[in-house]
């Protein structure tokens, strides 16, 4: 009976990570004698100061930048310009889009080397390739159809099948063919190549959780966004888009590599705002986030904090620190919230 049990929680937890699940359903369990259950190490992690911890910061503003606006664009080149607190992904060029496209596509690959590097150290090549092969298998070869339907990229005709070397399959990595595509497409595109990655982060960390438990997979992940991926990724940002040139101070060059970051835009799993009251200060909040919506649907906030803890304050803290040594990141919310209504989180990044 507990063994059936395990397995209904375990199937359950796959379900929920799925970006297009229906929470109500877990809503409904959670706090009766079905919902699901999992064992976490409450005590033996990292927990950030919150600036206030009595403030609350109601969902006021809109994530723009899925917004198509084609008229009066300014067809940024890059985004080497002021940083643009209502950016629209439209503002850009074809030709910037499609940069932004190359830049999801390596951003995703070093995610993908990344988790098989981090996996083979820990547990040994022969568990990794079991754990890639499963990711695919189970969540990501089914959903390659859907996606690049739904987000209007070109049809794959022949589905990869993992092997000796890492898959690094992206169903939107850039080729000849998108030269011709307008900008509403390359806009999709775009963020029909965040909800791949996305994906395939979950896919990879469903494997682990089903395996070794949540703990390690948020071992996993602070290994990963505090240390390894930051650098990385935040060269990606500056050589296709140009986010810290021309007259751009620190925290100006980090809004702008935060909103075009391929992990965080916006769609299913996620809605942003970002604000500049002045030049030398930013605000970043996220009115929607799926790891919110997962843990909050399974009645789990003890499992939503050392999830929001484990991943999001130090990759905020350590990128803002490659940006300037001098900017201070402060946490003004992070989960678990008190209400739907809330934020899920919101940073403010301003110059010592």
Known sequence: MEQNK??????????????????????????TANAVQFQIDKENYKVFPVEDENAVYKISEKDTRGEICLENSPNLADYSGPFRPGLRFSDFSEEALLNLLWADHEYYEILMNLW?????????????????????KMILLPKIPEIVKEWEGFPVEVLPQPGKEILIFNP????????????????????????????????????????????????????????????KVREIKIKWLHVDEGDTTPVEAFM???????????GKAFEMTFEMPDRNTGYVGFNKCCSVNQWEALGRPDILKKNCHSVCPASMIETAKMYSPDMKVDILAIPPRRSKEDVCCRYRLRME
């Open 116 to 136: 098989a590097a981090e996996i083979s150290r820990r547990k040994g090549e022969a568990v990794m390739k079991e754990i890639e092969a499963a990711a695919w």
């Open 6 to 31: 395990t397995n209904r929680d375990l199937k359950a937890l796959e379900d929920i990570r799925n970006l297009d699940v229906d929470y109500s359903k877990f809503e409904e369990k959670a706090g």
């Open 256 to 266: 702008k590599d935060i909103q075009i970051d391929v992990t965080s835009f916006p």
């Open 172 to 231: 939107f990595r850039p080729d000849d063919r998108y030269a011709s595509c307008g900008k509403a497409r390359l806009i999709n595109m775009n963020l029909g190549c965040h909800e791949f990655v996305l994906n395939a982060i979950e896919a990879w960390s469903t494997q682990v959780i089903m395996r070794y438990g949540l703990d390690e997979m948020f071992s996993i992940q602070w290994n990963l966004w505090s240390d390894q991926a930051l650098d």
